[in-house]
């Protein structure tokens, strides 16, 4: 199946080459009035090699079909993390790499969905949304009533993000992934 270099995302496959690729990042480039093209990051599903590529937008691509599964995180192990396939209950570990600075929100039992190439984890997508404990913030400042004033505050798991003053120890809030914002309290 073909797609076009603009509609790729970060996750995505493509077979170039022979060789399977995840898409690592892309960029949309568009200089004065010269043509606009893709600037495009892969990895080699293989050999984890990195190479950057230069696509019209309306170059088209082979997409490379990934065998989706949901996993459920358990814990981290060292260089890797160790995932449930909730319906046969196989653990898989899948290296560390693939979650990359994200890992500070994963949390025991949450669900990821992982992309496997011949048996092998490629990517690792994790929920918009979790919920973590707040293990360490200052204490609320009484009369300190100034809008939009917010503190730092250390979640389970080394995730740094601000909160609104009335946010304690020990609640649970709810944590953006892509962005690493305060979304409420759970």
Not at 38 to 65: C, H, S, W, Y
Not at 116 to 141: C, H, I, R, W
């Amino acid at each position: 199946m073909s797609i076009k270099a603009s509609d790729l995302r970060k996750g995505m496959g493509v077979t170039r080459d022979n060789q399977i690729w995840v898409v690592h990042s892309t960029e949309h480039v568009a200089k004065g009035n010269k043509r606009s093209y893709m600037q495009i990051e892969l990895k080699n599903v293989k050999t984890g090699q990195l190479i950057k590529g230069r696509f019209r937008v309306d170059d088209p691509l082979e997409q490379a079909i990934f065998d989706r599964k949901a996993m459920e995180y358990l814990y981290s192990d060292g260089d890797s993390h160790v995932v449930m396939d909730p319906e046969s209950y196989d653990q898989t570990n899948i290296p560390a790499n693939l979650v990359g600075d994200k890992s500070v929100y994963l949390a025991p039992n949450i669900q990821l969905e992982v992309c496997f190439v011949d048996g092998k984890a490629v990517t690792v997508e994790l929920p918009n949304t979790v919920e973590l404990t707040v293990v360490d913030t200052s204490p609320q400042v009484k009369g300190a009533t100034a809008t939009n004033q917010l503190k730092d505050a250390v979640c389970e798991g080394g995730a740094r993000i601000k909160v609104p003053p009335f946010v304690e120890n020990g609640q649970v809030v709810k944590v953006d992934t892509r962005s690493g914002e305060y979304l409420g309290r759970a």
